[in-house]
């Protein structure tokens, strides 16, 4: 009880002070408490006279030690901003001046105690003749700041901890002007040297129940379609896919047929709302685009295996959109957008700090004259400052709000302007499920928004941006050791695409694998994404190495023409067509290259191939097997082949000493019967 009353004393002071002086000015502490503040209601969405301001939220205490008699207080400046770069000037700095503190009895909220972790709730009502605003048309940022006395006793009229949202004014009848969010879904999780995902749970529960993407793609679908455009990696859908059903996972990794229900869950919805919406499609694991153009000798080879990738995953999940490109904030260059230009249809994404010369009343939307000729430009107007207080589904609304109702003002001022309202959505922020339905629509039903997707605002003809973009660019892309490893996986896995009877599930495999080597992830972790692309490159040779050829070390053949056997050994999981090319020592020698002959995965199949070597004694071949379309495979071998046969002037000599011996033995055995028969024989003395 003793420190209710102390509460109420010190609330009574500060009223009692702010009588005399005419309200507190909103300042922050001098020192760094760690007290986090989140709006979660505000009401209402749009300001205007007569209406009172309801703001709820929550105050967690991340500090080592208690803060005690806290308090909440409304601030809101008495005029309002009216271009975006006057919120931007006032939010570049966190501890700058945003207003007047609401200090009458019953407007602030009394919090009490706060312990080391603990969480409390907060409730401001504030009626409008309090708020002390001009009633201008324009945008006036409102927020919570939280006062309450440290562990040592002292107790500042600074703010310990605050959070900032935006309540636009627009009370003249305006012609809406295009509004629209755009929603990311990239691939959070990587495989490893090993192919492994790195984190499966993690991914398991980021698409759960209460999971980031889910509770994200949750509220995307609360929003109306034609006010939506989602930005969609394929890497995701594969990635879903792959963990639900325990394809690229350790052994010990246990998944629950819960968890698996969920993910495919999830895999069906996101293709439903993508479906639905103008899905606007990224490269296969959003490689880094800018490492590709500073190597013009390997882009072309490595893109066409990124777009195959692309295009599988696709035609797997049956969903087609534009295709976009999204480099990294200080990664855009003017090579880099003529790289990108393709058949000047699909946008890049880029941030005001790749177009210095970018203004608001450009719009959204642009288009740049690349050294490669005209390309449309999607600026990502993020917040330069830092806006106190944590991400929340009101401040997302808000800020929607508040760009459409700038954008209105801006347009009445300058009929030229083509100002707009485009939100992008940080592609890590978990929105949580603490969120009413419909909470994120009724930004669109304001009079002022028109729901429109960026796909419409593609088909009008699109503002020139005429200013200058960077020669080089901040960020440090891949290594050119990088990208070669990626192109040894191309190189080798188109050699083995060639020799497999059915190629199309490893032509898949290779094409991801080289894909996923390019991401732009790597920057973080270069020095293990070169040992991922160099490992997925042997695998690759690993596959090519267990096919191979065996001669016998010496053929000696009968006659100058003759067979020797050769024998081929797949020792793949996969049916494999191969051929074999000959080559002799001997230039004027030519053997014919055998044909592709089908070999079983795990087997052996002897050949025997037919030689005439003509007038040659021997020669020495050299045996390599080929693809189908002639590509030599894996290691030769090389072997000796000698003819046995006796030269003709040998033969006829040998014929004619043998006709010489028999027409001496003939004549010999003559001689002997001649002689024989002259003499008589004796009688017999019987």
């Known amino acids: 009880m003793s420190s209710r009353r102390s509460t109420i004393l010190v609330a009574l002071l500060v009223t009692t002070l702010a009588a005399l002086v005419g309200g507190v000015p909103a300042t922050a502490a ?14 209402p969405t749009l300001l205007a006279p007569g209406r009172d301001v309801t703001m709820t939220g929550t105050v967690t205490n991340a500090d080592q030690h208690s803060w005690t008699a806290a308090q909440a207080y409304l601030v809101i400046p008495a005029s309002p901003f009216t271009t975006r770069a006057q919120i931007d000037r006032a939010m570049s700095n966190g501890s700058s ?35 002390r605003i001009s009633g201008a048309e324009g945008v006036y940022p409102v927020g919570v700041q ?101 394809r690229h996972v350790d052994r010990d990794v246990e998944i629950t047929e819960e968890q698996k229900a969920a993910a495919e869950t999830f895999l069906t919805d996101l293709l439903v709302f993508t479906r639905l919406r103008s899905p606007w499609i990224l490269d296969f694991d959003r490689p880094d685009v800018l490492a590709l153009a500073d190597n013009p000798a390997l882009r072309e080879p490595l893109q066409e295996t990124i777009d195959r990738a692309t295009e599988q995953a696709l035609t797997t999940y049956q969903i087609s959109g534009r295709r976009v490109s999204w480099p990294t904030r200080d990664g855009v260059t003017r ?9 000047g249809d699909s946008p890049v994404i880029v941030t005001p700090r790749s177009l210095p010369g970018w203004e608001q009343r450009l719009g959204t939307l642009v288009k740049y004259e690349s050294p490669s000729g005209p390309v449309p430009l999607v600026v990502d107007d993020i917040d330069s400052g830092d806006t106190p207080g944590e991400d929340s589904v009101v401040a997302l609304r808000q800020r929607l709000l508040s760009q459409a109702s700038l954008a209105v003002l801006e347009r009445s001022l300058d009929p030229q302007s083509q100002a707009d309202a485009v939100v992008l959505v940080d592609p890590q922020w978990d929105p949580g499920s603490d969120w009413s339905a419909g909470e994120l629509a009724t930004a669109f039903a304001a009079p002022f928004a028109q729901p429109t997707n960026l796909d419409s605002q593609l088909t009008r003809a699109l503002p020139a941006y005429k200013g200058g973009v960077p020669t080089r660019a901040k960020a440090r892309p891949l290594s050119s050791q990088q990208l070669r490893a990626a192109n040894e996986i191309v190189t080798k896995g188109r050699l083995l695409s060639a020799i497999l009877s059915d190629s199309a599930a490893v032509d898949t495999a290779v094409e991801r694998d080289a894909a996923e080597a390019l991401a732009v992830r790597w920057r973080l972790r270069r020095t293990e994404g070169l040992d991922v692309a160099r490992a997925r490159a042997r695998t690759t040779g690993a596959l090519l190495d267990k096919i191979s050829i065996e001669a016998p070390s010496s053929v000696t053949l009968s006659s100058s023409e003759g067979g020797f056997p050769l024998t081929i050994r797949n ?33 052996r199949r002897t050949l025997t191939v037919q030689v005439d070597l003509g007038s040659q004694r021997a020669t020495f071949l ?65």
């Open 335 to 343: 090579t880099l957008l003529g790289e990108l230009r393709g058949n």
């Open 622 to 686: 050299t045996a390599r097997l080929t693809a189908r379309d002639g590509q030599p495979v894996g290691d030769t071998t090389t072997f000796k082949v000698r003819s046995s046969s006796i030269s003709t002037v040998l033969w006829v000599a040998m014929g004619g000493a043998g006709v010489f011996v028999l027409v001496a033995l003939g004549r010999r055995f003559i001689r002997r019967r001649s002689s024989t028969s002259t003499e008589q024989p004796a009688d017999d003395d019987d």
């Open 571 to 603: 020792e793949t999981d996969e049916a494999i067509r191969i051929g074999v090319d000959l080559e002799s020592s001997n230039p004027a020698l030519s053997i014919p290259a055998v044909e592709p002959v089908a070999i079983a995965a795990g087997e």
């Open 146 to 246: 939280i006062l309450a006395t440290d562990e040592d006793g002292s107790r500042s009229q600074n703010a310990v901890a605050r959070a900032t949202t935006f309540l636009p004014l627009v009370s003249s009848a305006r012609e809406p002007v295009p509004t629209s969010i755009v929603w990311p879904f990239l691939m959070p999780d990587w495989r490893d040297v090993r192919g492994h995902y790195v984190d499966p749970e993690g991914l398991l529960a980021a698409v759960g129940p209460g999971g980031r993407l889910r509770n994200l793609l949750d509220l995307a679908a609360s929003t109306p379609a034609d006010g939506a455009t989602v930005v969609i990696d394929p890497a995701l859908l594969v990635g879903v896919d792959d963990v639900a059903h325990g």
């Open 97 to 131: 001046y945003t207003g007047e503190r609401v200090v009458e009895v019953g407007a602030f909220d009394e919090l009490g105690d706060l312990a080391p972790g603990q969480s409390v709730d907060f409730s401001i009502e504030v009626p409008y003749e309090q708020l």
């Open 30 to 43: 001098d020192d760094d408490p760690d007290l986090r503040v989140a709006i979660r209601t505000l009401d």
